[in-house]
């Protein structure tokens, strides 16, 4: 059960930088901060942590400078939102470190070979920030797709995937 959903999860997260890939592709070479490509680094465990701090403001930042070249006066572009969401990828790390530590949730498997879980405080704050995360997630999709359409619709076509 656990592993399914796992599975499910990182296939969210793939869809989820797919749409992000994609809307990075629709800012102009000349005005992008990273190469769309890069963003697919969010898939390393523990790495993303810092990535996180990374892509997310390059991508926003490229959607915007690429907006504002063509006269229109956008938001933020995801970029606080994504902020958050690096916050609060931090914080589940961390979270970890600490319900690893003290041994947060505490499992058994029954004579009847079902998993008991325990949660503790730790564990309900890890399940809430997964969930902010979440949400975060699908703000920040959002929000750059907008940005996308809003540069397509300007003349400005995506570039093609490098």
Known sequence: ???LVLLVMMGLLAFALWRIFDAANAATPAHRTMEPGMIWL???PIF????NFRSLPAVSESLTATLRDKGLKPDDCGRAIGRVWALLVLGIYILHVIEWAAEGFL???GADGLVTIEMTLVGLLLLLAWLA????????VVKVQAAKAQI???GGEPAPPA
Request: glycine residues 0%; contains cysteine.
């Open 152 to 154: 397509v619709a300007a």
């Open 107 to 109: 499992m058994s498997v």
């Open 42 to 44: 969010l898939l390393i």
């Open 48 to 51: 993303q942590v810092y990535w």
């Open 133 to 140: 995360v979440f949400a975060c997630i699908i703000i920040y």
């Open 1 to 3: 059960m656990l592993f």
